[in-house]
């Protein structure tokens, strides 16, 4: 089974998680044979591993990490990819 894990950087602000809230569960509703999860690299308690962690609970095998981020950074190049190797 497939499955996306789509990370974002994370906020403080509940105003910026909201939105993102919104963005995921568009996602998820133009992909609906496709089991989609979202994390947070900061700030938030869905980290990388346990949304990693979520799509394997549902039976996910084959996942794909889609970073939404507006720049390259710490977290795209060095960060996410270390997580998902560890």
Do not use: W
Not at 37 to 52: Q, R, S, T
């Amino acid at each position: 089974m497939k499955g996306i894990l789509i990370i974002a950087h994370g906020s403080r602000r509940k105003e910026t998680l909201d939105t993102m809230e919104q963005v995921f569960k568009m996602v998820q509703d133009n992909m609906p044979d496709i089991i989609v999860e979202h994390a947070y690299m900061e700030f938030c308690d869905v980290n990388l591993e346990k949304g990693l962690d979520l799509l394997r609970e549902k039976g996910v095998t084959e996942i794909v990490v889609v970073p939404y981020f507006l720049f390259d950074g710490m977290h795209i190049i060095k960060d996410i990819p270390e997580e998902i190797e560890a």
